[in-house]
């Protein structure tokens, strides 16, 4: 059994800076993506950014591309999120995900986390 946990949200001024880590306990192996997911308030949850547990493939919604970026420690067991140039269009819950069957792999697998808030004033 997989266990995600994130870390890192809060409140940051647009145009600042976060970063956000999500600690994954339990097995993990080489083809699995572990993605970033985000929910605004009346929003559907949507894809933000995913990565594979090996190799060098990331993956990147079109809204964040050039702003935000997916890196992994696999050591630590560990995915993070740089969030830079922040907007307020980028608050949300932003949940940490991992894709068992990456057949699509902006589409979310059957492990979450329990989400942390991201707040960009304007």
């Known amino acids: 059994q997989v266990q995600l946990a994130e870390s890192g949200g809060g409140l940051v001024q647009a145009g600042g800076s976060l970063r956000l880590s999500c600690a994954a306990s339990?097995?993990?192996?080489?083809?699995?993506?572990m993605g970033w997911f985000r929910q605004a308030p009346g929003k559907e949850r949507e894809f933000v950014a995913g990565?594979?547990?090996?190799?060098?493939?990331?993956y990147y919604a079109d809204s964040v591309k050039g702003r935000f970026t997916i890196s992994r420690d696999n050591a630590k067991g560990t995915v993070y999120l740089q969030m830079n140039s922040l907007k307020p269009e980028d608050t949300a819950v932003y949940y940490c995900?991992?894709?068992?069957?990456?057949?699509?792999?902006?589409?979310?697998?059957?492990?979450w986390g329990q989400g942390t808030q991201v707040t960009v004033s304007s």
């Open positions: 995900n991992l894709q068992t069957i990456p057949v699509v792999p902006t589409t979310p697998g059957p492990y």
């Open positions: 339990g097995p993990i192996f080489s083809n699995y993506v």
């Open positions: 990565i594979r547990w090996s190799g060098s493939s990331t």
